[in-house]
């Protein structure tokens, strides 16, 4: 059975079979069945139409009694609502099945008398099947009538868990339309249209729909056409990200590299969906999977959960790294997933309409992790029946910054050691101060916890420093080592990186006092294109600031910088005390000699 989308039944002629429809006149003895009668050969045929249908959602039909008509008769000429020709119309006519049909173990299941008796007349199913003389072949035609008890929607589900193999079906792809989509469509992904089913004669059909129990419906020779509107609740998925486990969802989050990023995707069932759903997850590469097992080598990578508490894994399989190709020729397109998790059918009928199922694993941010403004993205869809959902990808930042080291000139000075500490909010879960860096081409990357090579001394030979793989959060930068003959900086620098909470200052860096860092006394020169008022265009040098750039400023000499310290006051005192002395000795002797 192909898988479709949700559909209530919503017809102008769908049949409850409790209807005197089913039976609009029983015949005394019903003839053989009329598989070419005058209408059939007056008229085109005869169809179903869903209506509101899901553009690209195949459709199917199956005939599950047959039409025994008692006679033909010729009326008066007329025509059909749906304007076919009416001419030649049938009169009584029953709904009939035979033990070679496909469908008789299915709704004569639990027969009462049992079959094995070889009853005239049973129940099944709030059924009345009456055995008459008349043959199909060598099969005896039954008569099919409803009790008072008949529930059509219940029968629908029925026989939607219980098509079986052998039945016969007829299909149909639903066209998209210029009908206006809805909110939710638009969210959803959905296109609206049609779907014709062209069936091959009169009947009683089942459509079986993935996300409803599905439709009953009647066709004889007063209405060739049934229509279906398709109601559906389909199923969705939302996905979020947070850099603690359980807690913080967002859309997005700060991570230094070798942090874990906690994901979370919740999976919603639709009304009625009793298909498959797959889920299908891509990381970027920036982002490992973190692969875990349990007792006996049980895959724990992930932890499912519904309202009854944790999902049994026989209700769902696991693949690692599947590819999909979708498109065709040269629009083809092939995604390879991180994992997909298919849930199983029986599961997802069993679980019931507007249910969630919570999916949650978490993923470290490796050493190739894409720095702010990039971002490293994880990218979540569900396939369902022949659709798939949007997209719903959450996002994953880190950030960087400068530094330069220079003198009061704004000239850069070469080796200088700093080291780099986080504050208490910051820090990582058994972290210890300074933190590790890798030295990587001419940057520090933040070193992932038990990675080989790393260094707490940020030095440069160039003045020059670049910081990068971290958590937005509060630094304190500290300098070790002062260039030769240079004073070493007495007090620490505060530094600030904004992340993805702070709305336009995400990605920036500010100082204790909130003020944005960007470089005063040192400058470098970048070409510039400019175009003058005759459209010509010329590239210039143009000095300019280096913004998110820590300046370190260092001074020579035995002044101490003035960061917090008395620097050169205690000359400025000192020198002052002596001045005073010699004026007053000067003044005592003038005094005396006057005296004298």
Known sequence: MKKVLAVLLSLALVLSLGLVAFATGTPEEPTQPDTDSVYDAANGGFSIVIDNAIAGETY???????????????????????????????????????????????????????????????????????????????????????????????????????????????????????????????????????????????????????????????????????????????????KKVSDKAGEGWSDKTDLDVGDTAYFKIEVTTGVGNNGDITLHDTMTESLTLNRKTGEEDADITFTITDKNGVVDPANYTITYGASHTTGEGDDAV????????????????????????????????????????????????????????????????????????????????????????????????????????????????????????????????????????????????????????????????????????????????YNGSGDSWQTTLHKETAAETVTDVDGHEATTETEKVLPDTVEVVNDTGTELPSTGGIGTTIFYIVGGVLLLGAVVVLIARRRMRADA
């Open 60 to 238: 199917d039909a199956y005939k599950v009694f047959d039409v025994t008509y008692a006679n033909d008769v010729t009326a008066e000429p007329a025509t059909n609502a749906d304007g076919s020709d009416a001419t030649s119309e049938h009169g009584a006519y029953s709904y009939t099945i035979t033990p070679a049909s496909p469908w008789w173990s299915v709704v004569t299941a639990g027969a009462a008398p049992e079959l094995s008796t070889d009853p005239v007349e049973f129940t099944a199913k709030n059924l009345k099947f009456t055995k008459s003389t008349a043959k199909d072949g060598d099969e005896f035609i039954y008569v099919v009538e409803a009790d008072a008890n008949f529930s059509a929607y219940d029968f629908a589900a029925y026989l939607a868990a219980n098509i079986p193999a052998g039945a016969a079906k007829n299909s149909a792809t639903a066209v998209a339309d210029s009908r206006t989509q809805t909110e939710e469509d638009i969210a959803k992904n959905i296109q609206r249209g049609t779907a014709t089913i062209a069936v091959p004669g009169a009947g009683y059909y089942f459509v079986p729909m993935t996300t409803t129990t599905g439709a009953l419906c009647s066709l004889d020779t007063t209405e060739p056409t049934a229509k279906i509107v398709e109601k559906n609740s389909v199923p969705d998925v939302d």
């Open 334 to 509: 092939t995604t390879t997933c991180t994992f997909d998790i298919v849930f199983k059918a029986a599961y997802i009928l069993a679980l019931g309409d507007n249910e969630t199922i919570t999916v949650q694993y978490d993923a470290t941010l490796n050493e190739g992790a894409r720095i702010y403004p990039l971002d490293n993205p994880n990218t979540t869809h569900i396939d369902y029946s022949n659709q798939s959902s949007t997209e719903k990808t959450v996002k994953v930042y880190s950030y960087e910054f400068d530094i330069v080291k220079v003198d009061t000139e704004g000239n850069l000075l070469p080796g200088a050691e700093f080291t780099l500490t986080r504050n208490a909010a910051t820090k990582r879960d058994g972290e210890t101060d300074p933190i590790k860096f890798v030295k990587e081409g001419d940057g520090y990357r933040v070193a992932k916890d038990g990675e080989e090579g790393t260094t707490t001394i940020l030095a440069s030979e160039d003045g020059k420093y670049h910081i990068y793989g971290l958590d937005a959060g509060v630094y304190t930068l500290t300098e070790t080592k002062a260039p030769t003959g240079y004073n070493l900086l007495k007090d620490p620098v505060t530094i600030v990186v904004k992340g993805v909470a702070d709305g336009e200052q995400q990605g920036h860096i």
